[in-house]
């Protein structure tokens, strides 16, 4: 019942930017903190950003400064607003809600290069 469909990804040049999108289904979703990971190939999956219901807001320190997440609860939307991308942010980004019954979704493809 839960659903959780990232969108957004895609190629960008290095010091390019790119918004990613995550519409969830299936709960409260004004309810729950969402999070944003992330996973390269060869890498275990890394928490990229969080943030609560009320919209404070938590980052990893390599994302601190470049990423910014934040969320519309009238369309059961998080997002994710990725700039000054590296090479380093290669990986498929994933979102996760707190506290809920889910599976990891599909997912959405972000690479970094020239």
């Known amino acids: 019942q839960v659903q959780l469909v990232e969108s957004g990804g895609g190629l960008v040049q290095p010091g390019g930017s790119l918004r990613l999108s995550c519409l969830a289904s299936g709960f409260t979703f004004s309810n729950y903190a969402m999070k944003w990971y992330r996973q390269a190939p060869g890498k275990e999956r890394e928490l990229v950003a969080a943030i609560t219901p009320g919209g404070a807001t938590n980052y990893a320190d390599s994302m601190k400064g470049r990423f910014t997440i934040s969320r519309d609860n009238t369309k059961n939307t998080v997002y994710l607003q990725m700039n000054s991308l590296k090479p380093e942010d290669t990986a498929v980004y994933y979102c996760?809600?707190?506290?809920?019954?889910?599976?990891w979704g599909q997912g959405t493809q972000v690479t970094v290069s020239s």
């Open positions: 996760y809600a707190l506290r809920v019954r889910q599976y």
